[in-house]
């Protein structure tokens, strides 16, 4: 079976877990917090790091840390991970959805004015398997409507818009470092921003609030702290970032060349202001092909290849539907429906072999025989 994704370990990880045990730092106190903080917070290209326990903690927290009032719509895709929205939720905001780009298959900012209100009081765009969205024409609509731009960019470790890197390109972002991301902690977030005010309240929040008369707490605070252990991980990671983007990147390339004259498969795109890290590398089957990613799936499966299905639409999700009002399902989502019915994702790790995506390649193609 070649799975779907799996981490690539084999660096400094043992050790510095290692030094984590031998020395008594497990717990969220210790020096590999700091200095993953301070790594990853250098390499996206912002002043300040604020490592927690997952991507939807990273997410509420900068939610709440940027400001967002309960009461508050969020604009967010339709199209991505219902992490997403559920943050937006947990800070009693409401989210709204927008439906996707069809090439990039990020928000389609186009579509955002339409659902602003005097409610509105962010955006959150998602940079969807790794390519990031089109920040400028987003950014512009923040700045007309005065709203925050919160990026999520849980697939996008690496992946730059005109150069600057994703974590840097709002006024805060979100990572999750799930085994399945481009660099890990097995399970783990950060909230990265250069805005001081963001920081020091996300890193209040963090950790229950905590006051310096320590039991006294003046709001309301999360227990959302990253192990010393997580981070060593981190920081092993963090040493091999650039090998594990260009391995991504490599992948790509080769599942593209395979896929080159068949007219039937959409891939991913990079357009000319993006670096796409290809966090996963999706296709989508042209409904002509007769095909559709639940079958395709199916069969791939009994050749031993393991895929993903594409996200299923928010404004579908039962969750939200069956609660009417929680979340801002009204609209056609044309795109995003069509992603998730003809989508799916195949084997993506850093470390897969050429002869694996080529074995995953021709089993695709073999689909239309
Ligand atoms: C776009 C997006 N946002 C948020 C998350 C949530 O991250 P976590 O699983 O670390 O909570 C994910 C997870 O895969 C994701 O893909």
């Known amino acids: 079976m070649i799975p779907v994704c799996e981490p690539t370990l084999k660096g400094n990880e043992l050790k510095y877990v290692t030094e984590c045990i031998k020395t008594n730092w497990i717990s969220s106190h210790g020096k590999f917090i700091k200095e993953f903080e301070e790594v990853f917070a250098a390499y996206c290209g912002v002043k300040y790091g604020i490592a927690c326990s997952n991507g939807t903690t990273a997410l509420h927290l900068a939610l709440v840390s940027a400001g967002i009032k309960e009461g508050a719509e969020v604009i967010v895709p339709d199209f991505t991970m219902i992490a997403c929205a559920n943050a937006v939720i947990y800070s009693n905001a409401k989210p709204v959805f927008v439906d996707a780009d069809p090439e990039i298959w990020c928000i389609n900012p186009d579509l955002i004015e339409e659902k602003i209100t005097e409610k ?175 079958t395709a799936r199916a069969k791939l499966l009994k050749k031993g290849i393991e895929t993903r299905a594409f996200f299923y639409p928010m404004h579908l999700q039962p969750a939200f539907r069956k609660r009417r009002g929680i979340a801002g399902i009204e609209g056609d989502f044309p795109v995003s429906t069509m992603l998730s019915e003809q989508g799916f994702y195949l084997p993506s790790s850093s470390h897969l072999t050429e002869d694996q995506i080529e074995k995953v390649a021709k089993a695709v193609l073999s689909l239309k025989k």
């Open 120 to 294: 509105t009081g962010a955006i959150m765009p998602v940079h969807i398997y790794g390519h990031p969205c089109d920040m400028d024409s987003i950014n512009k609509i923040a700045k007309q409507y005065s709203l925050i731009v919160l990026e999520d960019a849980a697939e996008a470790h690496g992946a730059e818009y005109k150069g600057k890197k994703a974590g840097s390109l709002g006024d805060a972002a979100a990572f999750s470092f799930y085994a399945n991301k481009i660099i890990t902690t097995g399970e783990g977030g950060m909230v990265v921003t250069d805005d001081k005010k963001i920081a020091e309240r996300a890193r209040l929040l963090r950790n229950h609030a905590f006051t310096p008369e320590r039991f006294v707490h003046e709001e309301i605070g999360f227990n959302y702290r990253l192990t010393n252990l997580q981070a060593a991980i981190g920081v092993a990671q963090m040493e091999k970032v650039e090998k594990l983007i260009e391995a991504r990147r490599r992948n790509a390339k080769l599942y593209n060349e395979f896929f080159e004259k068949a007219d039937w498969i959409i891939t991913p795109s990079e357009k000319p202001w993006a670096k796409n890290v290809y966090w996963m590398y999706g296709i989508v089957l042209e409904k002509k092909s007769g095909l559709n990613a639940r």
